[in-house]
Nanobody
Framework: HVQLVESGGGSVQTGGSLKLSCRYSGITFRGGCMGWFRRLRGDKREGVASLDDDGKIMYRDSVKGRFTISKDNTKNTLYLQMNNLKPEDTALYTC??????????????????WGQGTQVTVS
């Protein structure tokens, strides 16, 4: 049974920091990836950061230098450290994963598993 459970969201002021966690279980990675996505107002979803099974990391331009994605395999947890937060970062943040090749953790296409999300509000 696969589960992705996010935590760590909250309300912060502009310039503040938050660290999101995504604890996962039941996934066997064979060339897959994990990523963070956010859903903005108007239901627009966008990829924020991705980490491939081979270690490749990518960020969307607007978060480069401010956000850091990482993974602790001993704890089965994906993280997103978010610094210097801006009001435009306000969104529902969701982690997603696929254990196989073919999915994109940058666009969200063909990903097998999604969490429920954690809200981040920056004012």
């Amino acid at each position: 049974h696969v589960q992705l459970v996010e935590s760590g969201g909250g309300s912060v002021q502009t310039g503040g920091s938050l660290k999101l966690s995504c604890r996962y279980s039941g996934i066997t990675f064979r060339g897959g990836c994990m990523g963070w996505f956010r859903r903005l107002r108007g239901d627009k979803r966008e990829g924020v950061a991705s980490l491939d099974d081979d270690g490749k990391i990518m960020y969307r331009d607007s978060v480069k230098g401010r956000f850091t994605i990482s993974k602790d395999n001993t704890k089965n947890t994906l993280y997103l450290q978010m610094n210097n937060l801006k009001p435009e970062d306000t969104a529902l943040y969701t982690c997603a994963a696929t254990g196989r090749l073919g999915g994109s953790c940058q666009t969200g296409a063909y990903l097998q598993y999604w969490g429920q999300g954690t809200q981040v509000t920056v004012s």
